[in-house]
């Protein structure tokens, strides 16, 4: 039996007590099912607690700015109804190199995972299959900084269950895990999907988390992961958003480096009415190495927020970011990119790189990379680009045999495809690069 949360009339309400009543509501949603733990129901009390202090984003909060949530709040949702789903219906987002773990609207189906190419020391599974494990997973999940935000506080307000990933010390994982998440779309549901990732001391793991809809509907995607990385661990992570048309996707991906790890992720946005995530790294121990890339490809009126925040707290640690946006007809991308240098992160090495590429007179972008620098032995750069097609490239593939249309499709691929290639996984490479390749045929007229 799903659960509906009405809204009041809003003809009774001003602008502020709609938002803050479907604030009330989501949090409604979020705790109807409840927790098994009692370690999680007190975690869970306490977001519900911080999400009540809050309010819903607007466009004067400095962190919203230039994202406007009202086509959210114009969309009444209501609870998952778990729904059965066939593993015919799920073959075209199976990846054949990898192990896979897949939720449905939020809720682990075991009969489409598939776990067996595993080592037996990895634990990989949902929250409720390693329950004998708990006293091990509590003091992460949930504490990485930045836990009170509005949407991760709703996140953890409703956590039941997740999909979880401990790699042990020692152990290096040559099977990508591929973390599948997908939304049957059948009514206006609110799913939380959520993911915990421990990788201790000298371990080493690649994973895939991959938002995708078997339906047309729409629906609200508020992810939560959290990444822990210790000494000398390494986390290759490549997250795929490529929801439904008319969903919204909120995510945040929380990550804690320490001493000579390495974490790197390609994130790929594609899909959604309305998507936002937020990427926060917090490098904890010296000699720390990150590197983010990310691409965000738009069309029709779609808005894509990528947000990110970069803390280094100690000497000779080391990012690279670069992200690259593709906005056509009426889209607008958003790109905001914070780098934290103190006076204790002597010896950083910090780059970042925002490249957009508008097709339309119409597309916008927004683009804030931000350095906060206090160190003084440091080498940091930042910058970003925004601009067309340029006719003398495509004059040039003329002049060698490529008619126009070809050309500016062999552009937009080729300027998406700097990031796609450093994705590790083949076949999804190919999926991504046929995406790409369908996206920018658009260009062709």
């Known amino acids: 039996m799903s659960i509906q949360v009405s809204l009041p009339s809003e003809m009774t309400l001003t602008a502020s007590e709609k938002r803050s009543a479907y604030l009330a509501n989501l949090l409604k949603l979020a705790q109807s099912s ?65 192990s896979q773990l897949v939720f449905v609207d939020g809720i682990y189906a075991p009969e489409l995972s598939n776990t067996a190419n595993l080592p037996e020391t990895l634990r990989v599974g949902n929250l409720a299959a390693l329950e004998r494990y708990s006293d091990r997973l509590q003091p992460y999940l949930g504490k990485q900084p930045g836990a009170e935000e509005v949407f991760t506080a709703l996140n953890t307000a409703g956590l039941t269950d997740a999909a979880v990933v401990w790699v042990p010390k020692g152990v290096a994982i040559d099977t990508p895990i591929h973390l599948l998440f997908l939304a049957t779309a059948t009514s206006a549901t609110l799913i939380q999907p959520r993911v915990l990732v421990v990788a201790e001391t000298n371990s080493a793991v690649t994973l895939i988390e991959d938002y995708g809809a078997i339906g047309t509907g729409a629906y609200l995607t508020n992810a939560v992961t959290e990444i822990w990385i210790a000494d000398n661990a390494e ?14 996707h909120i995510g945040k991906t929380a990550v804690s480096q320490a001493r000579t790890s390495r974490y790197t992720c390609n994130a790929v946005s594609l899909g959604a009415k ?22 965000t490809l738009l069309h029709g009126e779609q808005i894509g927020d990528t947000h990110s925040t970069i803390a280094l707290t100690q000497p000779h640690g080391t990012t690279r970011q670069l992200h690259k946006c593709i906005v056509d007809d009426k889209g607008h991308a958003v790109f905001n990119g914070k780098v ?19 097709l339309s007179p119409k597309a916008r972008i927004d683009t804030k990379p931000q350095l906060e620098i206090v160190a003084d032995n440091v080498k940091c750069t930042h910058g970003a680009t925004v601009g067309q097609l340029e006719a003398d490239e495509v004059f040039y593939l003329q002049s060698r045999g490529i008619d126009a249309a070809d050309a500016r499709q062999l552009l937009v691929y080729a300027f998406a495809y700097e990031v796609i290639e450093k994705i590790a996984i083949a076949s999804l490479r190919r999926t991504l690069s046929d995406l790409v390749q369908c996206r920018s045929m658009a260009v062709r007229n």
């Open 274 to 295: 309305l998507s936002r995530h937020h990427l926060e790294i917090y490098q904890t121990g010296a000699q720390t190495e990150t590197t983010l890339n990310g691409l």
């Open 340 to 358: 934290f240098v103190p006076q204790a992160a002597q010896m950083t090495d910090a780059g970042q790189l925002n490249r957009n590429l508008l």
């Open 34 to 98: 409840p927790a098994n733990l009692p370690w999680l129901n007190e975690l869970r009390d306490h977001a519900a607690l911080r999400v009540q202090e809050q309010a819903f984003p607007t466009q004067r909060d400095e962190e919203w700015r230039f994202t406007d949530l009202s086509t959210l709040l114009q969309t009444p949702l209501e609870a998952v109804t778990p729904q059965q789903v066939s593993a015919a219906a799920i073959a075209p987002f199976v990846l054949p190199e990898a």
């Open 235 to 248: 986390v290759n992570h490549t997250r795929v958003q490529r929801d439904g048309h008319h969903a919204f």
